[in-house]
């Protein structure tokens, strides 16, 4: 399947072919990476998860993706068997392991881990927490950044917090993958999802803001997780004295918006030019997006 037009699309690396992966305390080759079926995350994805980026030899927004991880893992009471140090030793060893200083991606997984049998009640747990650290070179598709994302708005609604709270970064994503599969059929890139009132949340991997007036706009997070980029958009949009709301808004005034972009982890900020069919603004990346690329890059220490 062709992924070139994906929001989470990269530049194809052969180097990935060769990564040595972080798997329980050891580094193991790709392709010798397992877990058994008889794990969690495999059978019931019961486990939480983080991404991060690494730009000149730094993990972009470290602190805050380490506290959302452990946040994640006390609400659901699992205990990663690791202190935050030396989980961030593991993450600089993966990177060591595999030669990495710039242009990388890392996804931190954790998983309540081997099970007797395959059930619900996490008291059939045989051992520790499963951790698995998968570092690739990635470099952001640069046609995404230059022509922009379309957008389709999917039936699926995002969940509050007493069905699922999706502020949990858990590894069960099966409604944003079927959000997911609504706008690949339709012909978009990713998927703009309602909340259960009818209010824009989020897309589907990526946090949603829209430009109105000269104002930024993005939604509550009542609804939807809240990004670290976007929060990083947010804090350095602001600290210019420029204005941005965290509120609720329509369809309708995202289809009269000036702008859109989306933001996350590997991409940063990515314009949005299409939704649902209907061009935004003038249907190429505007200059507020490109100035909030350029603040939030500037605030993280990414280049501009």
Not at 122 to 135: D, E, H, K, L, M
Not at 168 to 194: F, K, P, V, W, Y
């Amino acid at each position: 399947m062709d992924t070139s037009r994906s929001a989470q699309g990269y530049v194809a690396d052969p180097r990935n072919q060769h990564v040595l992966v972080w798997l329980n305390g050891q580094l193991v080759p790709r392709a010798q990476a397992m877990v058994s079926v008889f794990d969690a995350g495999f059978a019931l994805g019961d486990g939480v998860w983080e991404g991060l980026r690494l730009a000149g030899g730094q993990l972009i927004s470290l602190e805050a993706h380490l506290d959302r991880l452990f946040e994640g893992a006390r609400s659901i009471a699992l205990d990663i068997g690791l202190t935050r140090a030396e989980l961030t030793a593991a993450l600089h060893a993966t990177l060591a392991a595999n030669g990495m200083t710039d242009g990388a991606h890392l996804r931190l997984m954790v998983t309540r881990g081997v099970k007797s049998t395959v059930n619900q009640d996490p008291r059939f747990i045989v051992g520790g927490a499963t951790v698995v650290i998968v570092a690739e070179y990635k470099t952001p598709r640069p046609e995404s950044k230059a022509q922009g994302l379309a957008l389709f708005t999917s039936t699926f609604r995002t969940s509050g917090p007493d069905v699922f709270d999706l502020r949990l970064n858990s590894h069960s994503r099966l409604n944003l993958i079927q959000a997911l599969l609504q706008a690949i059929q339709a012909g978009a890139d990713e998927a703009l999802m309602l909340d259960p009132r009818g209010f824009v949340a989020s897309c589907n991997s990526t946090n949603f803001f829209i430009v109105r007036g000269g104002e930024l706009w993005t939604s509550t997070g009542a609804y939807n997780f809240k990004g670290i980029t976007q929060a990083s958009v947010l804090a350095a949009w602001r600290a210019t004295g420029l204005p941005a709301r965290e509120c609720d808004f329509t369809l309708a005034q995202v289809y009269a918006a000036d702008e859109a972009f989306v933001t996350g982890t590997l991409g940063g900020v990515t314009p949005v030019v299409r939704v649902d069919g209907r061009t935004i603004g003038g249907g190429l990346p505007g200059p507020l997006t490109q100035r909030a690329a350029a603040l939030y890059a500037a605030a993280v220490g990414l280049p501009a």
